[in-house]
């Protein structure tokens, strides 16, 4: 094609008037006419059509028009304008000189394949801060696309420009990469271990920027920032980075809290271990009093029924061991659950629990296992720690005594 574009263009030079050179001086002269040639065309591409189009960007509505604007999209292919000009009229130019007149030629072939390859790299970056702020990359690593197609570019515009160079088919330089993989294999052992991987986090999308992942191993605890073909960037709650190979994130395994984010519930899962010496059956005088507390008026209610029902029909019920009867926890753990079942704070499509657990030397563990509807990490922790506040201060009310080891102020009071 180039070269039915030089004969067109020679036969029009030659109708005008404008004969091939015979001499150096004449050869300098067509050469600098080709390069003010070449320079009058793209100003005129620049300022014509680029500048236009700009303007037309920047009246637009749609923002996705200027990320392209902003990555200079338009300018780095208007390039490509100077460098066709000069394929195709400065060979004429050097029709006297043939070994350079070829140089000149191929080199500029490689250079327009430069151009073109810094044009498309210009959109790719556009395109994926575009899915950047419309929040695909949430959903896709469109970042790993990028750099897979910017990978794949780069090997095909350096097979070209050597075969340009060289005067050979790519297909002759294609066919000598197998005798090159495996020492690329062995040279590159990581980074095609990365690459792999990284196609893999892409394709199953184990992780996206914006998600919180914990990798003790690489002492990664915060939110993805960054999802490359070989490394994912990791920005700790501490604000410290991590990187970590890509590889790693399918080889190991890491905590992706990815789930909870889009759940819309945070896990509360803490106990509360209560003295066991402070544990007994419910009193008249405490059963009278904890009747006034509106969450479990219904219970005590419906427990004093089923109960006297009961030990009506067990002989010597007079006797504890005998019959059933009330507990400080159990009716503190009833309390518990209505509580949470109408705290504003508490998920209630969620798992709701609050159970009693084995003992231990620390006393009966009463756990709260629920989640709460704010998922965001400083309301999470006030909403934690208000229900917690409230269930140490209404113990008293039921007779019970949170377990807390001796102290050495209680030691030496024991002395005194």
């Known amino acids: 094609m180039d070269q039915e574009l030089r004969t067109q263009v020679s036969h029009w030079l030659t109708s005008v008037g404008i004969a091939s050179p015979d001499d150096g ?15 009058v065309g793209y100003v005129l591409v620049k300022r014509g059509v680029v500048s236009a189009m ?73 395109a994926n801060e575009i899915a950047d702020v419309n929040l695909v990359s949430r959903r896709l690593p469109i970042k790993s696309f990028v750099q897979l197609f910017k990978l794949f570019m780069f090997f095909v515009a350096i097979i070209i420009s050597i075969s340009v160079l060289a ?22 052992r990581d980074t095609i ?34 999802v490359s073909l070989t490394t994912v960037k990791v920005r700790n709650w501490d604000q410290t980075l991590t990187m970590i190979p890509a590889y790693a994130l399918v080889s ?12 819309g519930g945070r896990r509360i899962k803490r106990a509360i271990n209560i003295d066991i010496s402070s544990i007994g059956f419910l009193t008249a005088e405490q059963k009278q009093h904890l009747g006034k507390i509106n969450y479990i008026k219904a219970y005590l209610e419906r427990k004093r029924v089923e109960i006297a029902e009961f030990n009506a029909k067990v002989q010597d019920g007079d006797m504890p061991v005998n019959s059933r009867h009330l507990t400080n926890v159990g009716t503190f753990r009833a309390y518990l659950l209505e509580y949470m079942r109408n705290h504003p704070k508490v998920h209630q499509e969620m798992t709701l629990l609050v159970r009693q657990l084995a003992p231990t030397t620390e006393g009966l563990p009463i756990e709260i296992y629920i989640f709460t509807n704010d998922i965001r990490w400083a309301f999470y922790e006030d909403i934690q720690a208000d229900i917690f506040d409230h269930v140490y201060a209404i113990l008293p009310e039921f007779g019970l005594r949170a377990f807390q080891a001796p102290s050495g102020a209680d030691i030496r009071s024991l002395k005194g």
Not at 167 to 188: D, H, I, K, N, R
Not at 219 to 225: F, H, Q, T
């Open 25 to 39: 001086v004449s050869t300098g002269i067509m050469v600098l006419g080709c390069l003010l040639v070449a320079f």
């Open 54 to 126: 700009n303007v037309v960007i920047q009246r637009s509505r749609v923002s996705w028009d200027d990320i392209f604007m902003k990555h200079r999209v338009l300018e780095k292919f208007a390039k490509l304008v100077p460098a066709l000009i000069l394929n195709i009229i400065l060979p004429l130019a050097l029709t006297e000189h043939p070994l350079v007149s070829s140089l000149a030629d191929r080199l500029l072939d490689v250079l327009i394949v430069i151009l073109f390859v810094r044009g498309v790299y210009s959109a790719l970056d556009a």
């Open 167 to 188: 005067e050979q088919s790519p297909v002759y330089f294609l066919s000598g990469l197998g005798v090159a993989t495996g020492l690329v294999m062995l040279v590159f």
């Open 193 to 226: 271990l990365g690459f792999v991987a990284g196609i893999q986090l892409a394709a199953n999308r184990m992780v996206s920027p914006g998600d919180w992942i914990q990798m003790d191993k690489y002492g990664a605890d915060g939110a993805v920032e960054e």
């Open 252 to 263: 190991d395994a890491f905590k992706n809290w990815r789930g909870m984010s889009e759940s």
